[in-house]
């Protein structure tokens, strides 16, 4: 079975100063991860994934995610917040048929 | 290009309407699948489509909930006799093909209320 736990329900930053939101899963195979972020009153967007290829991930807006085996862990880290990036983050996790599992969501507050 | 389209955006009901949700995926997007976001849940998977196979059930709450896919292209999403329990925000998203290496593409998503 496939889960991601998300250990941060709420996450506050500085602008400017870094930013991490931990992620731990649980894959019955090698994992298909992603980090999607929603805006206020927005859809869903996808941040970045990974899928067996490079452990480090870039994604947009400054965003990556270093996936780790041995911490079975998925973290979003960006060296810089801007105000622009509060929002609600998921970590997810996916099976073999696609079927995304998601992670209860951390919510950023960036202050100015 | 255009991006996943869902409607209605809101929908209010009274207890034991049905309702029908409807979602239009990005064209060339063999996959389709359904999602709910309610406070008490998180986002959790109802349902996918993949081209012309028998869709994928195993996340619908209750036989109430029941979904279609015509054409290969656009979905409803109907609840029978709604509940106040199945008010949620409900998502649509598309993708290439369901192997889980392609991303999905979300749509604005329905909110449902049930009064």
């Known amino acids: 079975a496939q889960s991601v736990t998300q250990l941060d329900s709420h996450v506050s930053v500085s602008e400017g100063t870094p930013v991490l939101l931990r992620c731990n899963y649980s894959?019955?195979?090698?994992?298909?991860l992603f980090w999607y972020v929603q805006h206020p009153n927005k859809g869903l967007q996808l941040l970045l994934k990974?899928?067996?290829?490079?452990?480090l991930v870039k994604g947009i807006n400054g965003f990556e995610a270093e996936f780790k085996k041995s911490e079975t862990s998925f973290h979003l880290t960006k060296p810089s917040a801007h105000m622009s990036d509060a929002a609600e983050y998921f970590c997810?996790?996916?099976?073999?048929?696609?079927?995304?599992?998601f992670g209860r969501g951390t919510q950023l507050t960036v202050w100015p | 290009g255009a991006g996943v389209s869902q409607s209605p955006s809101n929908k209010v009901t009274e207890k034991g309407k049905d309702v029908e949700l409807r979602c239009d995926p990005i064209?060339?997007?063999?996959?389709l699948y359904w999602y709910r976001q309610s406070l008490g849940q998180g986002l959790e998977f109802l349902i996918y489509?993949?081209?012309?196979?028998?869709?994928?059930k195993s996340g619908l709450p209750s036989d109430r909930f029941s979904a279609e896919r015509t054409g290969g292209s656009v979905s409803t999403l109907t609840i029978q006799r709604t509940q106040q329990e199945d008010s949620a925000v409900y998502l649509c998203?598309?993708?290439?093909?369901?192997?889980?290496?392609?991303?999905?593409?979300f749509g604005p998503g329905t909110r449902l209320t049930v009064t």
């Open positions: 997810v996790v996916s099976d073999l048929l696609g079927r995304l599992y």
């Open positions: 998203a598309s993708s290439l093909s369901v192997d889980r290496g392609y991303e999905q593409y």
């Open positions: 489509f993949q081209g012309n196979s028998a869709p994928d």
């Open positions: 990974y899928t067996s290829a490079a452990t």
């Open positions: 894959s019955s195979y090698s994992p298909s």
């Open positions: 064209s060339g997007h063999t996959a």
